[in-house]
């Protein structure tokens, strides 16, 4: 279980039924040592907002990427080579996400317009689901690399995890999608506020938050 301090409340990142990581609020929760002043923390990941987000298509994204990890790494302390098979992983998700044409999600597509794309093949469309869970139980869902590549401690070390989304009302509209990996919290991180649980999570914990053009615009 991860925690990330919000402005109001205390939202907590856990592992679910699923295997996944999805993000839910806890109680309300003011206690005065949980932020300080921003000028007097030193976050996980200390890079600016604008160092981490990319817009572009899917090859020169599949390009960057790397570069993004190691640079977050680097800033949190970390060493990058211990999230190699992390990086493939995602790299490999992003690859696959991108494969998605309009003819394709409109085959999966159900009656209510829900678009089941884990019904492809033998399950690698599922992490490009992640919208459509979120719509349905309200809640975001981010897949923990960490656990899909290797056995690790996530009381002692950071893991990361990603979340793909589409763009606009689905897949079959062809208008892209969006990807944000993270580093995972560990107990007695200093964190500053966010607009919202999401922006306070990618304030800290951010690697990359990208906007992968659409099929049309490539």
Known sequence: MCRFPTRDYVAVLVRLEDGRFGMIPGALFNHPDIFKPESDV??????????????????????????????????????????????????AAVRTC?????????????????????????GEYEACNS??????????????????????????????????????????????????VDFTGLKGDETVKGSNVFATLFDNYGVVRAEIQGRESQ
């Open 42 to 91: 030193h976050v996980p990941v200390p890079l600016s907002i604008q160092s981490r987000e990319f817009r572009g298509t899917t090859e020169e994204f599949l390009k960057e990427f790397p570069d993004f990890v190691a640079r977050a790494a680097a800033a949190a302390g970390l060493d990058v080579n211990q999230y190699q098979k992390e990086t493939a992983l995602i790299l």
């Open 98 to 122: 991108a494969q998605i044409t309009p003819q394709i999600a409109n085959s999966v597509t159900d009656q209510s317009g829900q678009e089941m794309l884990e019904t492809i093949g033998s």
């Open 131 to 180: 919208g459509r869970r979120q719509l349905i139980r309200r809640q975001p869902y981010y897949t923990s690399a960490s656990d899909k590549v290797k056995t690790w401690d996530s009381q002692r070390e950071r893991g990361l995890v990603f979340a793909i989304n589409v763009r606009g009302e689905g897949w079959r509209y062809g208008q892209g999608f969006t990807v944000e």
